[in-house]
């Protein structure tokens, strides 16, 4: 069983950026496909970004593409949603995501979530 704890939400003036993390622990972290998703309020959860086992292969949503970068540490067993020129859009809940399979975009894909970092965008 996975576990995995977020942090690094907050407050943000639009333009700002923030720094999520997410610790994982009770598996072997290098195995798992890493990613994160956000879930605004009154909308589903959406695919933002991942960083695929073994290759590291990371890919985007187009709507965080160029201003959004994932990145992982397995010595540490963390990963990072490095989030910049931020927009009120991008206000949610941000969620770390653990998979088996490489490649994530649906929730279905997803076998181990955290609890959720709230991300707030101010115009």
Known sequence: QVQL???GGGLVQAG???RLSCAASGGTFSTYTMGW????TNN???FVAAS????????YADSVK???TISRDNAKNTVYLQMNSLKP?????????????RLIR??????????????TVSS
């Open 5 to 7: 704890v977020e942090s």
């Open 16 to 18: 700002g950026s923030l």
């Open 37 to 40: 998703f956000r879930q605004a």
């Open 44 to 46: 589903e959860r959406e």
């Open 52 to 59: 695929a086992w073994s290759t590291g292969f990371t890919y």
């Open 66 to 68: 160029g201003r959004f």
């Open 89 to 101: 859009e991008d206000t949610a809940v941000y969620f770390c995501a653990a998979a088996y399979r």
């Open 106 to 119: 649906e929730n279905h894909d997803v076998n181990y979530w955290g609890q959720g970092t709230q991300a």
